[in-house]
Structure formats: C-alpha cells, structure tokens
C-alpha cells in the first residue's frame, strides 16, 4: 500500500510538494519510519515538516526573519559598477562613495557584495607599460607569424639576458611559521644592501637549452660584450643542435642587440632573425618563463657567496630537461592567438 501512494509521489520536484506528500502519507497513518524508508527527504527535514504542520496546521514554512537587506538590487549593481571604475579602491573608499547614493554599509559588507559577483581582492599582475607603438608593433608581429605551427617554432632559437643577486635570485620567498616566529632565522630572507649582481645571457629551442654565459660580477651587457657572447655561446649552440639545418634566431630590441656591428656580424655569419621583435613583449619570449624557472631553482639552493651563486646557475640551466623546453615553445601558437584574441595587450604568460 505504501508503495501505490509513494509512486505518484517520487516524481516531485519542488519544495512544497515534497512538505505535501510528506503531510499525505502522515494523514494516511504511515509512521516516521515507513516515511524515511521512500527516501522522499532527509530524516532531519521530514521531522521538521511533521512538527511545522502540527504547529500551524500548514505545510507552508514560516519566513526566516533574517536581517533586512541593508541594499536594493539596484544600489548592488551600482556597487560592482563603481568598483569596476577603478579596480584599486579599498573597501573602505567603496563604502564611502556607496553612501553618498543613500546606502550605509561597511566595508565588510562591501567585500561581501562584491564577493557575491565575483570580484575578489587580488595582487595586481606585474606587467610592462604598453604605448600605442608597443601595442601597434605587437600585432604585426603576431599577424606575421599567426599561421606558424609548434613545428615552425620548433626551429627559433630563443635568447635573453636576466639578472641574477645573491641572497633572493627569484625576490620573493614564502615559509610556514608558528605566531611569533615571524623574525625566527628559518622564516626570514637575508638581504644586504648591495648585492652582486650577475647578469646571465641564455638561449634554447625545442632541442633543448643552449649555452649559458655569465657576465662579470656587477657588469651590463654592452654590444662587445654581446659580439663576443654571440661568437662564443650562440654559433656552437646552433652547430650543435641544428647542424647544417636552417634555423632562426630571436633577440629583442635592446640598443646592444640593435647595434650596427651586431647587426653587420649577424649577416655575416648568416644568421636569419625572427622579427622584427616587439617592445616590452616578455610575454611573447618562452625563455621569460624558463629564467622564473631557473631563478627558483637557484634560490633553493640557498648561496652564500658570488662564487657558489655561478656555480648554481650553470648546474640548475643544464638541468633543464629538453621535456620542458619543448612544452615551452609549443605555447607559442596559444601566444600569438591570444595577444590578437585581445588586440596587442598583455597576455597570460
């Protein structure tokens, strides 16, 4: 018998029909425990809908008297618009302004607001300042190259110069400590207030990484020094993973990879260029994320000294695996798209 007076019944879908066919099977003398055997609701809820109808006679829940809404509907979207407008107002700036359209709110229950659609407090991505040129520049670049497969990538050599300090190469470190362990000598950074700093030219390709060079203690690429990094660490590095294959290298528009006699030496030793690049692109250039890579790597290492940080470089750059070089330039077809998805900005690498 239960089961002819359950059927019809499973096929609920609302709310109050459930509280209905629970109040059903109560009047129809089923106990509490036949009921929860249908599995028609949790034992918790089917109680609570016993003890409502009794009380009120009524399967209508009564109203939860919560607190009344400090805003309309209206006032919210006027919050999210004004947040929107200037994406770095504090909490405390949006209550201030909220207020002046007739809402008294605190600056918790803004948070609460904005959290509600989606806005949440985050650190702002570091990127380079694009001007109109930049921009310009870096959808020519991506519309000559956008029909470029992983394979065509495959034949770039990418290079760049990244400058390494001792005590914090990545500049940033993050510890778990107990309260009060905040300046404990395991959960604090060393700096001092002029570190050495080395700057380390590299380059890789889906072969894998090429030859590193690393500059004089505190000295600047200049375009002799980068004549000479070329001779030395660029041609052997193409000899050795391209031979007599045809490849292309990439260097960006800094004045000592612009020079004249670069350029000239360049040509001489038939070296075709990937470009003309755009400025202030890192976003486009895979070895940005191979040096974030690299930089950590050195960090854990933890040296002490300018002799043991050298020694780290080259020991963490060779132990980049060709797995990873490879999956690095293959994002660049995801690249190109994505800087003309969004015309010319910053994209997310």
């Known amino acids: 018998m239960l089961e002819i007076i359950v059927l019809p019944l499973l096929t609920m879908v609302t709310c109050k029909e459930t509280r209905a066919a629970i109040i059903a099977l109560h009047k129809n003398g089923f106990t509490g425990k036949d009921i929860v055997a249908t599995k028609i609701a949790p034992k918790s809820i089917f109680y609570r809908f016993i003890k409502n109808f009794k009380e009120r006679g009524s399967i209508l829940v009564k109203k939860a ?6 805003s309309s509907k209206r006032q919210d979207r ?3 618009r004004i947040q929107l407008r200037d994406r770095s107002a504090t909490s405390a700036e ?3 302004e909220w207020q002046q359209a007739g809402v008294s709110a605190s600056a918790r229950t803004v948070r609460r607001k904005l959290l509600e659609d ?6 702002a991505a570091k990127k380079p300042l694009l001007s109109k040129k930049n921009i310009r520049d870096r959808l020519i670049f991506c519309r000559k190259y956008s029909e470029w497969t992983a394979e065509d990538w495959g034949k770039v050599i990418f290079s760049h110069e990244a400058p390494f300090r001792l005590f914090g190469a990545s500049g940033k470190r993050l510890v778990r400590r107990r309260k009060g362990e905040r300046y404990h000598q395991s959960c604090v950074m060393p700096t001092v207030k002029h570190p050495d700093t080395f700057h380390v030219w590299g380059c890789f390709s889906s072969k894998g990484v090429g030859s590193l060079t690393i500059l004089p203690k505190n000295t600047a690429m200049n375009k002799e020094w980068y004549q000479n990094t070329l001779q030395q660490q660029l041609l052997p590095t193409i000899q050795q993973q391209f031979g007599e294959e ?7 528009g800094a004045p000592c990879h612009k020079a004249k006699m670069i350029t000239k030496w360049l040509g ?3 070296v075709g260029i990937l470009g003309p690049w755009p400025g202030n692109s890192p976003d486009l250039n895979p070895i940005e994320n191979l040096w974030s890579i690299l930089k950590r790597r050195v960090d854990k290492q933890k040296p002490t000294n300018s002799d043991k940080l050298q020694e780290v470089i080259m020991k963490e750059w060779v132990a980049i695996c060709q797995d990873l070089a490879q999956k690095l330039l293959e994002s660049m077809p995801s690249r190109i798209a994505e800087v003309l998805k969004k015309k010319g900005q910053h994209c997310k690498y």
Do not use: E, Y
């Open 65 to 70: 008297s919560g607190r009344p809404r400090k």
């Open 78 to 80: 006027l919050l999210k």
């Open 94 to 96: 949006l209550a201030q």
């Open 118 to 123: 989606g806005l949440v407090s985050r650190r």
């Open 246 to 252: 045809q490849c292309i290298f990439q260097h960006d």
């Open 268 to 270: 001489d030793q038939n």
